[in-house]
């Protein structure tokens, strides 16, 4: 994703917004926090279908492209189960890279 590209689509949809329904958002907050793009895509489809304005779709399918992350489905299996040496492995890692 390029960002410059996120930024063009959450201003244009942004614009839209405002001018056709008086919504404003945060444009820069869009592309940095995935649920609120996907709040505002939702909004946007439901003014688009709800009131007949169909040139925010466009818009706001670029905007999900762009920013909102595409969720895999993965196989769930169990975690494996925890040692007596696990907790100690994990915190001599972590101080290590601390004072590393």
């Known amino acids: 994703m390029s960002q410059n590209d996120a930024f063009a689509a959450a201003a244009h949809l942004h614009v839209l917004l405002r001018r056709k329904t008086g919504r404003v958002t945060d444009t820069e907050w869009m592309v940095h926090n995935a649920e609120y793009a996907q709040a505002i895509v939702a909004f946007a489809r439901e003014r688009a279908s709800e009131d007949g304005h169909a040139d925010l779709l466009p818009l706001a399918d670029r905007l999900e492209s762009l920013v909102i992350p595409v969720r895999k489905a993965t196989p769930v299996s ?16 972590y101080i290590g890279r601390l004072r590393g």
């Not at 169990?78 to 890692?93: C, K, M």
């Open 78 to 93: 169990a975690p494996a189960p925890l040692t007596a040496s696990a907790p100690a492995d994990l915190n001599a890692r």
